[in-house]
């Protein structure tokens, strides 16, 4: 539909270049409001990547502060993060600023989660994808101390996550950051590490093993998470995210069929 109305009232107003530049625009509108995740169109999708950035900054500001002090570590891996969601001059500033907000002794950052539910919670996608960017900054120094831990169990609950449901992902998480960039762990326990990455065991069947391996590729495919608000910028982090998932299985295969051909 507003394909058509976009065909139309550009030849109206700038003639036939204006009915190309309308049928564009048309169609990015009615791909939103017919592709999105059940109808959602594209001001929701703007208003989506709006919150979940804010939330981002805002709580990664807050749990480097929830210590006490920020970290070098935590600065540095919070540039990175700006350095590697390709954001301009500008769209730093704002992050900055966001993160120095949530770093405040008394800023409240119930509202804010608040809104993100409101916005965002009906993606599980959404909400898990806040969580794992929030312990990868929690681990930037290494591992999480008390209090990093108690504030992310309570963000978790807040999103709706049980303490056995946090507890599987955070151990997924920091198994997974062993094979970033796409390398095998070299360590004596790598496979047990891969095993863990992937939420699943040594006892795991093929079969459990490969539907779990599917099911978080489908958690961090692009096209789902954009369709569902995550802001574009975001999109090479999750895929950075489904590198490390995908060496981890290639190394369980590897070694069960080595096990196969030897026995």
């Not at 900055?96 to 800023?107: H, V």
């Not at 095998?184 to 779990?212: C, F, M, P, T, W």
């Amino acid at each position: 539909m507003f394909k058509i109305l976009g065909v139309v009232a550009g030849f109206l107003v700038l003639g036939f270049l204006g009915s190309i530049l309308g049928f564009i625009v048309g169609s990015i509108i009615d791909r939103f409001k017919s592709t999105g995740t059940g109808g959602m169109n594209i001001f929701t999708a703007a208003r989506r990547q709006s919150v979940f950035l804010e939330t981002v900054f805002i709580l990664m500001g807050k749990l480097a502060k929830v210590d006490g002090r920020i970290s070098e570590n935590e600065v540095a891996h919070v540039e990175q993060f700006m350095r590697q969601l390709g954001m301009t001059s500008e769209h730093r500033i704002r992050a900055i600023e966001l993160f120095k907000r949530g770093a405040l002794p008394m800023f409240d950052i119930k509202p804010k989660l608040a809104e993100f539910m409101a916005v965002c919670g009906s993606s599980r996608n959404l909400r898990q994808m806040l969580l794992v960017y929030l312990i990868s900054v929690g681990l930037s120094d290494g591992q999480l101390n008390a209090a990093e831990s108690r504030f992310l169990k309570d963000i978790a609950g807040r999103l709706g996550y049980s303490k056995a449901a946090f507890d599987r992902l955070l151990d997924m998480v920091i198994n997974q950051m062993r094979f970033a960039g796409g390398q095998a762990a070299s360590s004596a326990g790598a496979l047990e590490d891969a095993y863990k990455a992937l939420g699943v065991n040594r006892h795991s069947s093929d079969q459990e093993i490969k539907r779990a391996y599917r099911k978080l590729m489908s958690q961090y495919h692009p096209d789902k998470l954009t369709g569902q608000g995550l802001p574009e910028e975001m999109i090479s982090v999750a895929t950075e995210q489904a590198k490390e998932i995908q060496t981890a299985y290639d190394l369980i295969k590897k070694h069960r069929t080595q096990n196969r051909t030897t026995a």
